[in-house]
């Protein structure tokens, strides 16, 4: 698994719908063959219309979650599950809420678990007894970083609390009241954590993402990149839009 055998399969939508439709038939592709698969998944502005199109499937189609289990990549430190910028709030709004997947199968670290060093290796041992994620979706920040394993973070780094650059607070800032809201700390998997996915989708999408795909898929394998990592990975489908490529 961490031969680079298989070079990144890169697929070109016109479109970020069309992107996001395409990434959501191959997770509906995947639940129909195994209906009680593990999927990875993330949050962020990108993967909105995949999980839309996931929804639409289930209403319009019957796909069926109600062997599913998912584990989130990461959550913000100190925001409950309730407040409205937490990855568990996205979640539940934009998939969870609107699927037949049974709440306790639906797992995001706890930001605001009382010991988070603990939560950390309780969520590694969740994903092991559950026998690994089939299939990590991924997105990719301006910095290349994945989950928020920002540039700097070793390859086999595992979920533990980070701290978030300046440029992803800026980033993320966007879905805040103001900058000084967005937390500065997260707890994220790792990318030895991702690395152990079966198989991993990366949907990235618009011009300001261009550098960072780049850099994944054809630079250098290193830390400045963390995205590059992935190149390691023997199962890799980067889905983007004509803007992105
Ligand atoms: P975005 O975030 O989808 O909101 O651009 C992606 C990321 O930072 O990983």
Redesign the pocket.
């Known amino acids: 698994m961490m031969s680079s055998n298989a070079p990144i399969t890169v697929i070109v939508e016109p479109t970020p719908l069309e992107a996001g439709v395409r990434v959501a038939s191959e997770i509906a592709a995947l639940v129909r063959a195994k209906p009680t698969c593990v999927l990875g998944l993330a949050t ?3 993967p909105v219309e995949c999980y839309r199109e996931l929804v639409r499937l289930h209403r319009e189609e019957g796909l069926d979650f109600s062997q599913v289990t998912t584990f989130n990549l990461d959550e913000y430190v100190r925001l409950a599950g309730s407040h409205p910028q937490s990855f568990r709030y996205f979640m539940q709004q934009h998939l969870f809420d609107h699927i037949n997947i049974p709440s306790d199968a639906t797992h995001v670290p706890s930001g605001i678990a009382e010991d988070m060093s603990l939560e950390a290796i309780r969520y590694e041992q969740d994903i092991t007894r559950h026998g690994g994620i089939d299939l990590q979706l991924l ?3 301006h910095n290349g ?1 994945i989950a928020f394993n920002e540039p700097g973070t070793p390859r086999d780094s595992r979920t533990r609390i980070v701290s978030l650059t300046d440029a992803t607070v800026k ?1 993320n800032s966007r879905f805040f009241e103001s900058e000084s809201e967005v937390p500065r700390t997260a707890i994220s998997m790792g990318i030895g954590t991702i690395l152990e996915a079966k198989r991993i989708l990366m949907l990235a999408t618009g011009e300001g993402k261009r550098d960072a795909v780049k850099c994944a898929v054809e630079g250098e394998i290193s830390e400045t990149c963390p995205a590059s990592f992935l190149q390691e990975h023997h199962d890799v489908t980067f889905v983007i839009d004509a803007a992105a490529a």
């Open positions: 962020g502005g990108t997105g990719i920040g970083h980033a």
